[in-house]
C-alpha cells in the first residue's frame, strides 16, 4: 500500500559534481525521473495502466535555492497539483535531511499519450491517486 | 440550442484566457495562443459537460470556436 506522500532519498556522490563541486543542474531532472518512475510503481496493477500509454514531459522547471555538496543527503518529497483532465503537475521538493532546508523545488507538467500521439484524459485510477497526495509549500 | 456562453466559458478556462478576448471567428491557435494540450484539454472539457463523444477525425477540424459551436450545435 503506498504512502499518501512519496518521499525519496538519495546521497550526492562525485558523480553529481563539476570539479567545483557544484552538483550538474541537469541531475536534478534525472533525479526527478527517477522519483516519477517509482512513485508510479507504488500504485497497484501500475504495469496495466502503462501497457498502452506513455507518460510525456510537457515542460519541466527547477528553482536552485541552496548549493548542495558531495555527501549531503537529500530527501526528495513528491507531491502533485493543477490536475486536470489531460495533464498534472508533479511537484519535487528537494531538503537536505542534515539541516532540513528546503534547497531545491522543481516541477514537471505530465500528459499521458497513446502510441499514435494523441493526448489522453488521465486514466481515473491515476486521477484519485495522484488527489491522495497534493503539493502543499 | 447550444449554450455560446458556456462554450466560450470553457473555453476560457482551457486556455487561460479572458472569455471578452474570445471571438466567434478565434483560431484556437492564432488568436488565442492554445497548444496540443490545450486543445485536448478544451474537448474533454466539452464532451463531459455537454455528454457529447468528439471522434478524433473530427477533433483535428475544429480550429475555430465557431467549429466547436457548429459541431455541437449539429451533434447535441
Known amino acids: ?137 | 440550442m447550444i449554450d455560446k456562453d458556456k462554450i466560450k466559458e470553457i473555453i476560457s478556462l482551457a486556455f487561460n484566457v479572458k472569455i471578452e478576448d474570445i471571438k466567434d471567428t478565434s483560431n484556437f491557435i492564432e488568436d488565442l495562443g492554445a497548444d496540443s494540450l490545450c486543445i485536448a484539454e478544451l474537448i474533454y472539457n466539452m464532451e463531459d459537460h455537454f455528454k457529447v463523444k468528439i471522434p478524433t477525425e473530427k477533433i483535428r477540424k475544429l480550429k475555430t470556436v465557431k467549429d466547436i459551436m457548429d459541431y455541437l450545435g449539429g451533434n447535441i
Request: proline content about 1%.
Open chain 1, 1 to 137: 500500500m503506498r504512502k499518501d506522500i512519496f518521499n525519496y532519498e538519495l546521497t550526492v556522490t562525485l558523480k553529481d559534481i563539476n570539479m567545483y563541486g557544484t552538483v550538474y543542474f541537469a541531475r536534478y531532472f534525472e533525479w526527478q525521473g527517477v522519483c516519477r518512475e517509482l512513485y508510479f510503481t507504488t500504485l497497484e496493477n501500475y504495469q496495466a495502466v502503462f501497457n498502452d500509454i506513455a507518460l510525456v514531459t510537457k515542460y519541466a522547471w527547477n528553482d536552485y535555492k541552496k548549493q548542495i555538496h558531495v555527501f549531503d543527503q537529500i530527501l526528495i518529497r513528491v507531491q502533485n497539483r493543477n490536475i486536470k483532465k489531460t495533464s498534472f503537475e508533479m511537484m519535487f521538493t528537494y531538503i537536505d535531511k542534515k539541516s532540513g532546508d528546503v534547497v531545491s523545488v522543481g516541477g514537471e507538467t505530465l500528459i499521458f499519450m497513446d502510441k499514435n500521439g494523441i493526448i489522453l484524459r488521465i486514466p481515473d485510477r491515476i486521477t484519485k491517486e495522484l488527489n491522495k497526495n497534493i503539493y502543499v509549500e
